[in-house]
């Protein structure tokens, strides 16, 4: 266990502690020691992990667009408060404001024109 007692998994170059071996393995062959090998295609900020909708979950989810918060104006549902706030407050009746650098493809979130610069304009 580490200092806190809460990561049995640590690592034995950092001390960096992890719940799960997984988590050390993948700190151990990507992170530790290592430069980051990633940069954002917006702002070219170096990051150690690709970005993306790739946010593994092994907990099942409900299907995107259902759930017990529905917008009153456009009637779109969500899983939580929070994220209906958000759709309050910055895409109901908006027009995206974000714009692609390398097309005239607009967005209403940042990180949706990084997904699409990844997917659409690979370096």
């Keep these: ?27 151990i062959r990507v992170e530790c020691g290592k430069e980051p090998q990633q940069s954002c295609p917006i702002c070219f900020k170096m990051f150690k992990h690709k970005t993306g909708d790739a946010a593994s979950s092994s907990a ?3 299907p995107r667009g259902s ?7 456009c009637f779109k549902e969500y899983r939580s408060k929070g994220s209906l706030q958000r759709h309050v407050k910055i895409e109901c ?3 995206p404001g974000v714009p692609c650098p390398y097309c005239d493809t607009m967005f209403k979130h940042k990180s949706s024109v990084i997904t699409h610069i990844v997917r659409k304009h690979p370096f």
């Design 1 to 27: 266990m580490s200092a806190a007692g809460l990561s049995p998994f640590t690592c034995p170059n950092c001390g960096k502690g992890y719940s799960y071996k997984g988590n050390l393995n993948r700190h």
């Design 60 to 62: 099942p989810r409900a």
């Design 67 to 73: 759930g017990p918060f529905r917008c009153l104006r």
């Design 93 to 95: 009746g908006k027009k």
